[in-house]
C-alpha cells in the first residue's frame, strides 16, 4: 500500500523526510511548523536561515521546496514546502497546493529517499476547505507516484481523527 493515512504527531514519524507547511521565509510560525522546529532544536531554524533568499523574505515561494536534515527529529530529512493562502479558489490555489505534494515527491527521489509524512499543508492556518486539499493532494500523489511507485511510500499524517476520515475518505474515492 504506497499510501495511507495515520493520525499522528508528524514530529514523532521516523521516516526518510517529513514535510513541513512552512511560510516563505522559512524562519518558523506556529502549526506544524512551530512543532518540527520545536521537535528538530534549533540548528533547523540556522540551517532554514543559511538558504538563500529569492525575494526580500522569501527562501521558499508558495508551491516550492527546500530540504534540509532533520536534526533533532527522527526523521532523516525536512522538506519545507509553502501551501497556498486559500482566498476563495479563484486564485490558483489548487495549483499552488498540487505543486506542493509533486515537488516534495520530486525532490525525495532526487535524494534517493524511500518514505515520507505529509501533514494536511494549507488546511490549518493558511484556511484551504480539507476536502478540496485532499482531494487535491491525493490526486498529485497519484498521478506523481504513478505505476512504478519506486517503492515510495506515502504517509498521509492528520493531527485529528477528523482530518483523517477527510483525507481516507478521499483517498478511497480517488479511482
Ligand atoms: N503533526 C501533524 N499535523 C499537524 C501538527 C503536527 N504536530 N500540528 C499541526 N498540524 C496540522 C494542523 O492541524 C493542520 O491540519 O497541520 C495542518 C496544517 O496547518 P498549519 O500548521 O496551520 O499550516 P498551514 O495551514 O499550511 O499554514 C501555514 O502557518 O504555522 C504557520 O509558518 C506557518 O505561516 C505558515 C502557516
Redesign the pocket.
Known sequence: MPMKTVTA???ELRVDAIVN???PSLL????????IHRAAGPALLAACRALPESAPGVRCPTGEVRITPGFALPARYVIHTV?PVWHGGGHDEALLLERCYRHSLQRLREHGLRTIAF????????GYPPAQAATVAIAALRDELGDDLGGIEVTL????DA?REVFQHALDHSG
Do not use: Q, R, W
Open positions: 504527531d508528524i514530529t507547511a512552512a511560510n518558523g510560525g506556529g502549526g506544524v511548523d512551530g512543532a501551501g501533514p494536511a499543508i494549507s488546511c490549518g492556518v493558511y499524517c492528520c493531527f485529528s482530518m
